[in-house]
């Protein structure tokens, strides 16, 4: 079973719709079965009692080992903002040892992938000592979750200004952290496209030293393959993202398909 990470440049870079895009991929060309893990939401809507977020909500979809809603995402916030900080207003602490529990789960399904989105970029905090309020608890990160379970990472990038330096940071404190970072996906998150986009993608060719799986473009509501006057769902821009990503690095086989490639 692999375990991957996905972890992004910032909120907002399209963790959820690459993740989704990968799973489709996965399931419906590979048929591969996977899991989904969310163990953080922060940004819900109360749904008949229950905190659904939409990122979960979604890899529910995606996911094809019938999970939950509260197994894929069992740490959730109504509010949209940083999780530790939703903890805090509800006299909650999210730590690494719940997020561990949580995965255990995810684990017992005995999926050939568990596809885990994190939450904002690498660095986001699930606790943060105060150390005025003499709380016993120590700092920590979703980062150390990932340590602990020496998952593999794949780091999508939202490709605007900016995005060279945010890339080459995490891709940093994901080797700093001792893991692999393994993969990388240019998505463009926004309708507005970033101007030289070719030469940004070009460059961080050149500066990563790891494979580039999907350059997935802006997928806009009217996309071109659709009749005048009718807008694209959720699942029909996963449909068409899905097909610009090769997954082929995160097959089980694929370790053992490239140690068997005889050497030129
Ligand atoms: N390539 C794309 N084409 C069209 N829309 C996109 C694309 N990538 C992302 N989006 C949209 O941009 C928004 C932000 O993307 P997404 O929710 O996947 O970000 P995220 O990194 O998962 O954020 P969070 O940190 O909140 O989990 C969503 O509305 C998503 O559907
Ligand atoms: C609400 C948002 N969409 C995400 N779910 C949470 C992003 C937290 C970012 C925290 C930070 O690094 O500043
Ligand atoms: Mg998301």
Known sequence: ???IFITATDTDAGKTFVSC?????????????????KPVSAGCELINGELVNDDAK?????????????????IAFLEPIAPHIAAQKHQQAITVSDLSTHFTQINALNADINLIEGAGGWRLPL????????????????????????????????????????????????KADGL??????????SETPMSNLAENIESLTQLLPIPKIAQVDFIADAHMNI?????????????????SIDVSILLP????????????
């Open 227 to 243: 009749r005048a006057g009718q807008g694209l769902t959720f699942t029909d821009k996963i449909k068409i993202a899905a097909e």
């Open 127 to 174: 606790i943060v000592a105060n150390s005025a309020q003499g709380t016993k608890n120590t700092t920590q990160f979703m980062a150390d979750f990932v340590k602990a379970q020496k998952m593999d990472v794949i780091l999508i990038v939202n490709m605007k200004l900016g995005c060279l330096n945010h890339a080459l940071l995490t891709f940093d404190a994901i």
């Open 253 to 264: 086989q694929h370790k053992a398909e490239a140690k068997s490639t005889p050497k030129p």
């Open 180 to 189: 692999n970072c393994i993969a990388w996906v240019a998505n463009c998150a």
């Open 21 to 37: 895009a990968i799973i489709h991929a996965l399931t419906q060309q590979y048929h591969q079965r996977v899991a989904a893990y």
């Open 1 to 3: 079973m692999k375990n």
């Open 58 to 74: 979604w890899l529910t979809h995606y996911a094809n080992c019938q999970q939950s809603l509260k197994q894929v995402n069992p």
